[in-house]
């Protein structure tokens, strides 16, 4: 792919296929030959996780298809007749239902690489827009699954989230309409919930090779930021990066495997055990872990307009970040100021996250009330989730975009290879 | 109407949802069950008697619309005979005390020759019969509240076992301010305080078999852990398959590991 092949056609056979069709080419640049920095630690393995997690996730699905029936009347039961009486029916719709939550771990760990490492700064815009685009059909993806057993969660997750879209002005509504199918989430909506969540993850997978694709033209970043200047700071994919990102993957499987087969429904809500029923309304209704972050933005925002738009544009931001990011140095390792505003900006998500999960008006420090500040006490999540949120923006919108040009940069080394060699080591 | 409803969830969500979920519930209290942990498995007399307090109890109002009397036979149930396995060429639709509980039960279906409604002796295939033909009905014979199936009752409430264990003994005296109306009982561990289920068990309601002698907290706590049971059959061969799979995926890695140093020896990295 990127353009300096080396593949020899040893056989007959394989010359005639490579002046015909050169796929043997492709995957032997691809997985073989494909010069990968020496230098790569375990933060970049979770790329080998996240296909096999595609994959895990396509297979279970198709086998969950054949069994699963999108009618709301039937759609609950189906899936319990799998847990019960299909052979292995358990096994792989705990499978599936925690491989969702894993996909969405490796799929974050990814991102928060690449922020670390500045893995989206030229010449990698388009691969991370790529892979801005895979995360978004996730969250598409994984919303609509999360419809198809038709629990009560299911039920009432997909009215609240599809209301939201509703708040746009002039065509908000008509969205909404289009989306249910009628004019209310039933029968229609699940069942081109079911078809789309069939249809996203091959398109998943079709974003992926272009990602893949975009890749192997400019090659992978790595800790130092350094660009590869020669041979020598480079390693063939094969052997060196397959067994090191299978020995991670199979580190991956053990954590996936725990979950599955000794606490397959931690990560789920046990209200989605009670089938749909449109007018008994959960007392509090959650989204999965994955979208806590963004929901907790969401309620930060009094107005339900305002906050649809700043939960969208929490997202826009990461898509626009090679262009925030103003800093020539790549790696947060010779950006000490970045690296601290990067360790808050972690933290602030996680208790993002936490935010989402609580009720807005729930007291952070239980027991002490302070004083109310416009619509609630100032010990509660949604002030908590607003000062976050605040935080959260700001990364992007300010100190991205000022930190490069004020900050002071560590001096970085010449090569990839001269500050392993010269002993400083990994952080 | 449905957007109507739809709205609501929404305003709800945003504005009432506190409201409602401020309203204080006692937390279950704990119970050492044998299924819990990474190496528990369900204690078979207690399912054996647990079933036997739902059968007596429980099914006259509620039904368990997911389970068949064949699965009662089923390897981890509480009438599974190693006699009657696969691994003899024989399933638990052969095993005698499942046939048996099945055809004391009457199931209603369709003469096949003159398709009149009929009532026949159940088999091990059918599911549980349920005691009303329809929520209206339930709903009608419970004072407007339908009894809700119990098939997956442990897993479709926050603290599943437990909670079932306490809410059955958490009847009492109504806490201060709050004023019942005929047919709604006080109980602490439910939301709200104010429940529609009368106390369905008492001291020796159910003799037990196995001469356990029959507390209301021996029969909350069986029936229990045989609801668990019903919302999970598959637990124990789910966690026998995980010991092998973590024990695999453990070597495997150590291999993989192994193979990685030795690929990666004579670089520097
Ligand atoms: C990107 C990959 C995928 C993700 C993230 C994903 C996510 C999910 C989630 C979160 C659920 C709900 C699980 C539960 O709580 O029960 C679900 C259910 C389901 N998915 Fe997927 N899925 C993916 C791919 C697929 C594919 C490729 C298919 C079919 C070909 C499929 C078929 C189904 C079916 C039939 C269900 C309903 C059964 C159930 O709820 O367990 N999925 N999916």
Known sequence: MSGHSTYVP???????????????????????????PKNLNYWWTFGG????????????????????VPHVDYAFNSVERIMRDVNYGWLIRYMHANGASMFFVAVYIHIFRNLYYGSYKAPREVLWILGCVIYLLMMATAFMGYVLPWGQMSFHG?????????AFPIVGDAITTLLWGGFAVDEPTLKRFFSLHYLLPF????????????????????????????????????PFATVKDGFAMSLFLILFATF??????????????????PLVTPSHIVPEWYFLPFYAILRAVPDKLMGVIAMFGAIICIFALPWLDTSKVKSMRYRPQAKLYFFIFLVVCVI???????????QVIPGLTTFKLVDSDLN???????????????????????????????????????????????? | MLRKVTLLAAALLLVGGPALANTKVREPEPVAFSFEGPFGRYDQTQLQRGFKVYREVCSACHSMNLVAFRNLGDPGGPFFNPEYSAAKGLTSNDNPVVKALAADTQIADLDSETGDAVQRPGIPADRF????????????????????????????????????????????????????????????YFVGGVIGMAPPLAADKVSFDDGTKSTVRQQAEDVAAFLMWTADPHMEARKQMGFSVLIFLVLFSGLLYASYRRVWRNESH
């Open chain 2, 129 to 188: 019969p349920a005691p009303f033909p329809n929520v209206i009905a339930a709903k009608a014979s419970n004072g407007g509240l339908a009894p809700p199936d119990l098939s997956l009752m442990a897993k479709a409430r926050e603290g599943g076992p437990e909670y079932i264990a306490s809410l059955l003994q958490g009847y009492g005296p109504p806490a201060h301010g709050v004023t019942l109306s005929p047919g709604q009982h006080y109980n602490a």
């Open chain 1, 203 to 238: 398109m998943i997978a079709g974003v992926v090779v272009l990602h893949v694709w975009a890749l192997h033209v400019v090659g992978q970043n790595n800790p130092t930021g350094i660009e590869p200047k020669s041979k020598a700071d480079t390693l063939p994919f094969t």
């Open chain 1, 260 to 277: 599955v087969f000794f606490m397959p429904d931690a990560l789920g809500h046990a209200d989605n055990y009670i089938p749909a029923n």
């Open chain 1, 158 to 166: 997909a009215v609240v989230i599809t209301n939201l879209l509703g």
């Open chain 1, 10 to 36: 040893k056989t007959g056979f394989e010359r005639w296929l490579d002046s015909r069709l050169p796929i043997i080419r492709l995957a032997n640049d691809t997985i073989i030959t494909f010069p990968t």
């Open chain 1, 352 to 362: 993002l996250g936490f935010c989402g999960a609580k009720l807005p008006d729930d």
């Open chain 1, 380 to 427: 509660s999540f949604v002030w908590l989730s607003r000062i976050s949120t605040l935080y959260y923006f700001a990364y992007f919108l300010v100190v991205m975009p000022l930190l490069g040009l004020f900050e002071k940069p560590l001096p970085t080394p010449e090569t990839i290879s001269s500050p392993v060699l010269g002993g400083e080591h990994k952080d």
């Open chain 1, 49 to 68: 996780i996240l296909s096999m997690m595609l994959g895990l996730q396509i297979v279970t699905g198709i086998i969950l298809a054949m069994h699963y």
